[in-house]
């Protein structure tokens, strides 16, 4: 394993099920997990739908994959960056995105939010303190 | 290629995972676990018991190093170690006992 451990982010700009995007992001983010670097994931535009509480995909024909990002904690990947304004601009607030934890290992395993609420300013400090950001 | 339960056939890949998820039954896991020369125990149920809730729960079957943390968790270190799921699952812990538990082939297996 390299000693030098990099700065991921992974940037979700689309809707869920309308393209493949979303759903190879976060595939892309699971299959880059076992590589111990530090991932975070944002989520901007209408990327936000993607977290949304109460998925149903039975008339579409495809797999509903929403409850997956509940997964990433288990995965070491607690940082989930949500864009105020994208969430804003389309009438939601978190509390209509799922409920997102992980277990800090270094704090007697207790659960804490992966969602991380931020500004349209702060996102972009996020992305520039990023070694690589891939955009899906 | 497929397998036979009970007179049924149930489809399977080139590798052995079944392509209808919603087929598999406890008689198909001793198939499969037959056919992978595994002899299924208390320890290997519990193995494949945990991968169908964890599907169930998040829709994909859990990497390796979270399958074998997560039973470290909830069976305890003598069984949540990687010897130990090896030598339950020689061919691989997640790969070989998601088999068994007819789900698909974890991701970030290649």
């Known amino acids: 394993m390299s000693e030098t451990i990099k700065k991921f982010l992974y940037v979700n700009r689309k809707a869920p099920y309308g393209t493949i995007y979303a759903q190879e992001s976060l595939e892309v983010v699971l299959i880059g997990a076992a590589f111990d670097q530090d991932v975070s994931l944002a989520f901007l535009d209408d990327g936000v739908f993607q977290l949304t509480k109460g998925q149903n995909t039975k008339e579409i024909g495809l797999k509903n994959f929403s409850a997956t990002y509940r997964a990433l904690g288990d995965y070491e990947v607690t940082k989930l960056y949500v864009e105020k304004e994208s969430l804003e601009e389309r009438g939601l607030t978190l509390d209509d995105l799922q409920n997102i934890e992980y277990e800090d290992e270094d704090d007697d395993y207790a659960e804490k939010p992966s969602i991380r609420l931020v500004t349209r300013a702060e996102m972009a400090d996020v992305m520039a303190d990023q070694d690589v950001v891939l955009s899906f | ?110």
């Open chain 2, 1 to 110: 290629m497929a397998y036979e339960v009970n007179g049924a056939t149930i489809e399977h890949d080139e590798e052995g995972y079944i392509t209808t998820l919603s087929e598999w039954s406890k008689e198909l896991a001793d198939i499969i676990a037959a056919a992978e020369s595994v002899d299924m125990g208390e320890e290997h149920w519990a193995v494949v018991n945990f991968l169908r809730d964890y599907y169930e729960e998040y829709q994909i079957a859990p990497a390796v190093r979270v399958l074998i943390k997560s039973i470290k968790k909830s069976m305890g270190p003598e069984v949540g170690n990687n010897k130990y799921m090896y030598e339950l699952f020689p061919y691989g812990p997640a790969k070989q006992a998601c088999k068994i538990a007819g789900l698909p082939k974890p991701t970030g297996c290649v």
